[in-house]
Nanobody
Framework: QVQLLESGGGLVHAGDSLRLSCAAS????????MGWFRQAPGKERQFVAA????????NYADSVKGRFTISRDSAKNTVYLQMGSLKPEDTAVYYC????????????WGQGTQVTVSS
């Protein structure tokens, strides 16, 4: 059974940093991309960042490039999202997700963690 458990959300001020964690289990990690998505109130869920577990290659949404960094720790089966220079518009529920490298859709999702950035 696949489980993705996010943690690390909270209330911060603009300009602060925050690190989200996603503890994953039940996956053959070498066959997966791990991603972070976010959804703000009244808005659609949007892609934030992704990492291919086997190679460590990453990609980011333009809105977070240079501010956020995705990484993984193979020993802990955990994916991180290091967020810096946070802005009020980064406020959202952040979700961890996984998809097989041969599929287009993310099919495993965590429960989400709230990030609130005050101005």
């Amino acid at each position: 059974q696949v489980q993705l458990l996010e943690s690390g959300g909270g209330l911060v001020h603009a300009g602060d940093s925050l690190r989200l964690s996603c503890a994953a289990s039940g996956l053959t990690f070498s066959m997966y991309y791990m991603g972070w998505f976010r959804q703000a109130p009244g808005k659609e869920r949007q892609f934030v960042a992704a990492i291919r577990w086997s190679t460590g290659s990453t990609n980011y949404a333009d809105s977070v490039k240079g501010r956020f960094t995705i990484s993984r720790d193979s020993a802990k089966n955990t994916v991180y999202l290091q967020m810096g220079s946070l802005k009020p518009e980064d406020t959202a529920v952040y979700y961890c997700a996984a998809r097989r490298v041969d599929l287009l859709q993310y099919n495993y999702w965590g429960q989400g963690t709230q990030v609130t950035v005050s101005s």
